[in-house]
């Protein structure tokens, strides 16, 4: 028997409906050839410009297998060697540091105190409710972290390895980049890959950018 499975509304609103009564809104769909820009402009670029108003900022891919969530994040093992593929996490980490120049330098010009930023990030896996802590020296015991809910309702990982970076271009990333790459090998041969990138922002200077907001964190998630 023939039946509708999926329906989108004739007047071309953002809303698609799946069987009999599963309804879902969207803000952008992009189809395989959507440059990584253009992805990244649409969907990400305000979030990254929000950590610096004090916003917390989450990057989710989800969905089905091969359907390009390692892809567009940007984290691959074959990780982009044109600029026009660099995905997600690459582009906010440069992102992140372009906006740190650019607000120290205005606020130079501007005779203002600098801001001081503190960024330090986190590469965590989690695997069959695992969470391995990818920067840790040693990965055996990195396993048992534990996730924690603070006072203020926050949830942060106990333990977790918390590298500071002063670029996009640091060693730590750097060989953040070739673990991951090895890892995501490790992983896709048991059929799995999954991944967090963790940033968090801390400026000591916070008054100058953003008055009460010390802490942000930017999670970046395949
Ligand atoms: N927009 C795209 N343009 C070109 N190639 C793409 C695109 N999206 C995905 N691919 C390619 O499709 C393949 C599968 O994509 P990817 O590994 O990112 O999927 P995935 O959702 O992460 O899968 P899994 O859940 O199995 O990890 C890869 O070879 C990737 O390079």
């Known amino acids: 028997m023939c039946r509708v499975c999926t329906a989108v509304p004739v007047t071309g609103e953002p809303h698609v409906t799946i069987g009999a009564d599963r309804g879902f809104t969207f803000d952008h769909v992009f189809d395989l050839p959507t440059p990584q820009a253009t992805v990244y402009a649409d969907c990400v670029h305000n979030l990254v410009e929000g950590i610096f108003d004090g916003f ?3 990057v989710l891919a989800y969905g089905q297998t091969g359907s390009g969530k390692t892809y567009s994040m940007g984290t691959g093992f074959e990780t982009a060697t044109v600029d026009e593929e660099v995905g997600i996490i690459p582009r906010a980490l440069a992102h992140v540091f372009n906006g740190i120049d650019r607000r120290r330098e205005e606020a130079k010009l501007e005779g203002r105190v600098e801001p001081v930023f503190d960024v330090s990030v986190q590469f965590i896996e989690l695997y069959n409710e695992e969470i391995i802590d990818l920067l840790a020296e040693d990965r055996g ?82």
């Not at 500071?164 to 048991?190: Q, T």
């Open 141 to 222: 015991t990195s396993k048992g972290l534990r996730i924690h809910e603070d006072h203020k309702g926050e949830i942060y990982l106990q333990g977790a390895t918390a590298a500071p970076v002063k670029n996009a271009h640091e060693e730590i990333l750097r060989k953040r980049g070739e673990m991951y790459r090895c890892f995501i090998r490790w992983l896709s041969d048991r059929g799995i890959s999954r991944c967090c990138c963790l940033v968090s922002d801390s400026d000591e200077n916070a008054a100058v950018l953003s008055p009460g907001s010390s802490d942000v964190d930017a999670l970046l998630c395949d």
């Open 56 to 58: 917390n900022a989450t």
